[in-house]
């Protein structure tokens, strides 16, 4: 994958190419990345990328000429890139859209400032508009990163080995299971004991519950869009049969008390 970011603040990006997975991804080859200056393809004198609202107005807009000079000379550079806006009025970003990028040879990623770009670059020169949720930033380049970030991590090659993009959160539709690390007792809360049997099924089993009660109880939005396997369905009918054990075993007891509770 190889990734150009537009923006009038590059050096934003410097911390963000040389930490971490990113980084690596970037010595091992599995992605080029750099960040040009949108201020660089502004030919008048003062090298101005902003102007003023037609139809007035406060706040300023991005400049067309200099934003289309600079997406087309990233897209010489990356044959076959396609290129995404960061926008609040673009699709919202999550993991299937992250997987969806990261199938793609090439990325120009265009960060706005200001009330944002003129409309007649997102017709045109852009393929995808973008939002990375519903609030409002003070420029693209912080959703530019979180794009880069977890489309980086997708590509082959970039975690280093192991399997670990595909146990990870969302990659079944559901939160992961809990984690725990040494030691065995912290501030008196013990480890699973399942968890240092070394019973690879019984702990295997363990988790897939783990991940379906922490997103039953933190994210049931996910569970509605989820298609259910046979297991997931067999654990979820029978904690309702536990849940309305105890709500029955409740009310009988409320019934004898005279209904006070
Ligand atoms: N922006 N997701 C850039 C955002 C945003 C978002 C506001 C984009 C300012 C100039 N970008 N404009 N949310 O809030 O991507």
Not at 10 to 30: C, D, L, S, V, Y
Not at 195 to 218: D, P, Q, Y
């Amino acid at each position: 994958m190889h990734y150009i970011v537009l923006t009038i603040f590059p050096q934003m990006f410097n911390p963000f190419w040389t930490h971490g997975i990113i980084r690596r991804a970037i010595e091992n080859k599995i992605i080029s990345a750099s960040a040009a200056d949108i201020r660089e393809y502004a030919h008048d004198r003062h090298q101005v990328t902003d102007d003023r609202p037609y139809g007035g107005g406060s706040g300023m807009v991005m400049k067309p000429e200099p934003l289309a000079a600079a997406i087309r000379a990233a897209s010489q550079e990356i044959p076959g890139a396609k290129t995404v806006l960061l926008t609040p009025q673009g699709k919202v970003f999550n993991q299937n859209l992250a997987r969806e990028l990261a199938t793609l040879n090439g990325l120009i990623l265009v960060c706005g400032r200001y009330e944002g770009v003129d409309e007649r670059i997102c017709h045109d020169l852009i393929d995808y508009e973008i939002s990375i949720g519903d609030y409002v930033l003070t420029g693209g380049e912080v959703a530019g990163m979180i794009i880069i970030d977890a489309v980086t991590r997708l590509i082959p090659g970039a975690l280093g080995g192991e399997d670990a993009a595909e146990k990870d959160s969302f990659s079944n539709g559901m939160l992961e299971h809990a984690h725990y690390t040494r030691p065995r007792i912290f501030e008196g809360k013990k480890v699973p004991e399942v968890l240092l049997s070394g019973h690879h099924l019984e702990i295997e089993s363990w988790r897939l519950k783990s991940a379906l009660m922490r997103t039953l109880l933190k994210r049931p939005d996910l569970l509605l869009q989820k298609d259910l396997d046979r297991q997931e369905v067999k654990t979820l009918n029978r904690w309702r049969y536990d849940i309305e054990e105890i709500l029955n075993s409740h009310y009988k007891k409320a019934g004898e008390n005279g209904e006070k509770k």
